[in-house]
């Protein structure tokens, strides 16, 4: 904090890192989680630096609407604004717990239905593409098919992928352990075809990467037997993305879209997606049910003979 920081900056930011404090502390919040709530208050902290709100403590509507107008201005996508006002109304609902304020405004404000982002999915036979594009010829085969069908099989994050350690492998009982936002736990069944590629890469491939860390703990390793990362994870999903001829945009996440979309094309039920995807609550996983809609509704305008 600068030296010529007003008393309200000082507390300001003060009151960020207690917040942040008790998200990691009594809420038990991934520290990336934190770290992201963290950067979103920071951009209010610098919008009300600059005297756009007389006492954060005291917000009006018309201010706090003008700050959603600031962050659209700065070019922050619609879901990065929505996320913004997210991290807003837990750090007020925060202040009020702690009886630094009585205010509860923010939670007047709303984020317009066309603010969501209907997540991108791919169609079935776009997985089996994408699933289909590593080669035999390929360096690390066994490996990138055995990530690409756990991502698909599982729904897990790439994060969550890229933290698997051996002891969450269950491959006679059909499942894995998950470690989640929150380091909450979940238990994923394994479908035939992911089964097929750990017992592959485990068995023919995995001992050749970890010769010079034969006890490395992690499932998904790279050349040296290092962890991957999610980075790499990102990159070499990206290259089998290409290889199949899909759309660009498609990331490790778009599998995880696609599981939960399938499922419930298929007749799953909504609380047990939710139990599958580890959210904590099931309005995140409803998400999934308006891209199911789109979908029947391009069906419908392209096949029916009123569409």
Not at 284 to 294: A, F, I, L
Request: net charge positive; aromatic share 8%.
């Amino acid at each position: 904090m600068s030296s010529d920081a007003t008393p309200q900056q000082t507390a300001l930011t003060e009151d960020i890192a207690a917040f942040r404090n008790y998200l990691q502390a009594e809420r038990g919040m991934a520290a990336n989680t934190v770290l992201a709530y963290g950067r979103d208050l920071e951009h209010f902290a610098g919008w009300t630096a600059e005297g756009s709100l007389g006492d954060y403590l005291r917000p009006g509507i018309r201010e706090l609407s003008n700050y959603l107008h600031y962050l659209r201005e700065a070019g922050l996508a619609p879901p990065s604004v929505a996320r913004n006002l997210v991290a807003l109304k837990m750090f007020y609902r925060f202040l009020r717990m702690e009886e630094r304020t009585t205010e509860s405004t923010v939670d007047l404000l709303s984020s317009p239905a066309l603010w969501e982002r209907i997540p991108q999915v791919l169609s079935p036979e776009g997985v089996e593409k994408l699933l289909a594009a590593p080669i035999l010829l390929d360096r690390f085969y066994l490996r990138d098919k055995a990530i690409l069908e756990t991502l698909y099989a599982t729904g897990s994050r790439a994060s969550e992928v890229v933290g698997l350690r051996l002891e969450d492998l269950h491959l006679d009982s059909a499942f894995c352990k998950c470690l989640g936002k929150g380091s909450k736990q979940r238990v994923v069944p394994l479908g035939r075809a992911a089964l097929e590629a750990l017992r592959a890469y485990l068995s023919e491939l995995r001992p050749k990467l970890t010769r010079a860390v034969p006890d490395s703990p992690w499932v998904f390793v790279s050349r040296g037997g290092r962890p991957l990362t999610r980075v790499m994870l990102w990159i070499l999903v990206k290259k089998y993305v290409r290889r199949a001829g899909l759309n660009i945009k498609v990331s490790p996440h778009t599998l995880r879209h696609s599981f939960a979309t399938h499922l419930l094309s298929g007749g799953a039920d909504l609380r047990t997606v939710q139990e599958l995807l580890g959210h904590a609550s099931i309005r995140t996983t409803q998400h999934y049910t308006h891209v199911d809609r789109d979908r029947l509704k391009a069906i419908h305008r392209k096949f029916h003979p009123r569409g």
